[in-house]
């Protein structure tokens, strides 16, 4: 299927969209529609769920089913959707404040119970929409609008975290490595349970700015001059990691999904 369907995801009439000058938030969304449109989910059947931050203002540019939550929300406001509408390809898009921090606890749980939704986050390393204050996500030393002499708290690595709560596939990518990252998305998508894909994009505007990175062409070369494919980083020693960040497929499973015990358990009773 050509790539040109993924438009009839996409409200045009809505566009140019408002992310900032060199945000991956725009490629990272016609990633998910290119390939919403390649597997064939029907628009009327599919959801797109965000919560507050830079990426909650996807929603303003699908024709699918949109929904915003409030800040942390949008896995607990899902959940109540998929045990309503199980037959719904659920995608929640959110950012690393959003999820990490005060969602912290909803991800987990959402984790935990292996529910069958897809959880795409994209970590801009720190909080884009309020001042560039640092996320649990922000790495150790990042400068930040408030870690001014840089972050002295170690970063959240949200994969291992997904993996551990429970979750069917956990990957990561970064907007540089785009069709690494498409790829990882459609398994995702495909994964029945809990999926997580995690995407690096440096916000431009305040992390990019305050760690000197440069300009767009820049951050995507920061991003693949730092993220290393996982074996190669395991590899490395711990001044090698600083400030860097491994990329590929942390786990794949096939453990049944919340609605599926929850079948099982009728027909037994």
Not at 107 to 127: E, G, K, P, S
Not at 175 to 181: D, F, K, N, R
Request: charged residues 20%; proline residues 4%; hydrophobic residues 35%.
């Amino acid at each position: 299927m050509s790539t040109i369907d993924y438009k009839q995801y996409l409200a045009t009439d809505r566009l140019p969209h408002l992310w900032c000058s060199g945000c991956g938030n725009g490629v990272i969304l016609k990633t998910i529609l290119i390939v919403l449109a390649e597997l064939g989910c029907p628009v009327e059947k599919t959801l797109l769920a965000t919560g507050i931050g830079c990426s909650g203002r996807a929603g303003d540019y699908v024709r699918c089913h949109r929904f915003q939550g409030t800040h942390g929300r949008t896995l607990a406001f899902v959940t109540g959707i998929k045990l309503v509408r199980p037959e719904i390809t659920a995608i929640c898009l959110m950012g690393d404040g959003d999820c990490a921090a005060i969602g912290m606890g909803h991800f987990i749980h959402a984790a935990r119970r292996n529910l069958d939704v897809t959880a795409l986050v994209i970590n801009n390393l720190n909080y884009g929409m309020t001042g560039g204050q640092f996320s649990p996500l922000t790495p150790l030393k990042g400068i930040t609008s408030t870690s001014r002499s840089g972050k002295i708290e170690p970063a959240v690595d949200i994969c291992e975290l997904a993996a551990l709560a429970g979750a069917n596939y956990v990957s990561r990518s970064t907007v540089y490595h785009v069709s690494e990252m498409k790829r990882f998305f459609s398994e995702a998508i495909q994964k029945k349970g809990f999926s997580l894909v995690e995407i690096l994009s440096p916000c431009p505007t305040y992390y990019a700015r305050y760690n000197k990175i440069g300009s767009a062409i820049h951050q995507l070369e920061w991003l693949r001059d730092r993220v290393f494919p996982k074996e190669e980083y395991d590899q490395m020693n711990d001044a090698e990691k600083e400030n860097c960040f491994w990329r590929g497929k942390l786990i794949e499973k096939n453990f049944p999904d919340l609605l599926s015990r929850y079948a099982l358990e009728e027909k037994d009773g």
